[in-house]
């Protein structure tokens, strides 16, 4: 009989070389303006669907003293808090410090992630009610993605409305992806009930490119075609609960629209009917 030699088993894992590294498992290119990528999952993460962590990349080294340090955004987790891995949806930006460099980023490669999750567009934070809208733009739908696919969602609400205001046709597609996809995902219909999907109404709409539906939801609002289209009463604080990610003037003016109809921002701390996120530009 020969002598073996012992075999030494390498790990797949890595030796993490960024602080708080984690490891790029897929990036998916939508339009020259957005992509998506997802990244392994800390041990110790725990967060609630909605909220947002620090996302980033070392940045180049100071001329004069050659350190470097980290250049973070925030950034909503667009998977739910049960999923394996983080997901999350982003802009691109070709001149923008952070997104110019992150949207090069490949399978293999590291980012830094501040495991410390934070927000206000969390269930915790709004009191009960009958139907939940979710309003965003761009790339506000990122934490409504983590949301959609929460259990949570459909436990408290008969009814979830998300709205998603674009530019172009092109940039719906990541959000129309994820609600097709629930319809068929097996574990959301075991975990959740078997067509769970069929209280999502989606309402996407366009404001510079034809698509079926043209306008910005809060004009659409206004004029009381989104409430016919979607077959709702208008907002009412006894039944309607928001939450709203989007670029700052939508924030705005949607916020000033719910004040109007009588819906009071909520807090962790303090829960009522509605709570904002500014939705992350670069
Ligand atoms: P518009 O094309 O009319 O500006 P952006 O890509 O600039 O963040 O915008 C995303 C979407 O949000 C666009 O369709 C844009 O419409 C829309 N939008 C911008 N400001 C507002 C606002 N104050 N109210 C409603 N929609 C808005």
């Not at 939508?250 to 921002?265: A, H, S, W």
Request: hydrophobic share 35%; net charge negative.
């Amino acid at each position: 009989m020969t002598e073996q030699s012992p075999v030494t088993i390498q790990t797949a894992k890595p030796v993490p070389t960024l602080p708080d590294a984690q490891m790029v498992t897929g990036v998916k290119h939508y339009t020259d303006r957005l992509f998506s990528f997802r990244v392994t999952r800390p041990a110790s993460l725990r967060f609630r669907s909605g909220e947002f962590v620090m996302i980033g990349l070392m940045g180049d080294p100071d001329p004069k003293t050659g350190k470097q340090k980290p250049l973070l955004r925030a950034y909503s987790i667009a998977s739910p808090s049960w999923d394996e891995e983080l997901e999350f949806y982003s802009i691109k930006v070709q001149d923008g410090p952070l997104t110019s460099r992150l949207q090069h980023i490949q399978p293999g490669d590291e980012v830094i992630l501040r495991p410390k999750p934070v927000g206000t567009l969390v269930h915790d934070a709004l009191l009960p009610g009958k139907r939940i809208w979710f309003f965003a733009t761009g790339t506000g739908f990122a934490p409504f993605a983590s949301l959609l696919r929460e259990p949570q969602t459909y436990e408290d609400y008969d009814e979830i409305i998300i709205t998603h205001t674009c530019r172009e046709v092109g940039e719906l597609t990541y959000g129309r992806d994820l609600i097709e996809a629930l319809k068929s995902d097996e574990l959301l219909n075991e975990v959740i009930g078997d067509g769970f999907w069929e209280k999502i109404k989606y309402y996407p709409t366009t404001t510079r490119e034809k698509s079926p539906k043209m306008g910005r939801i809060t004009d659409l609002m206004r004029s009381g075609e989104a409430f016919a289209d979607l077959g709702v009463p208008p907002l009412n604080a006894d039944t309607d609960r928001v939450m709203i990610c989007g670029n700052l003037a939508f924030n705005l003016e949607l916020k000033d629209m719910l004040e109007e109809y009588g819906l009071v921002e909520g807090a962790n701390s303090k829960p009522q009917h509605y709570v904002v996120e500014k939705a992350f530009l670069d």
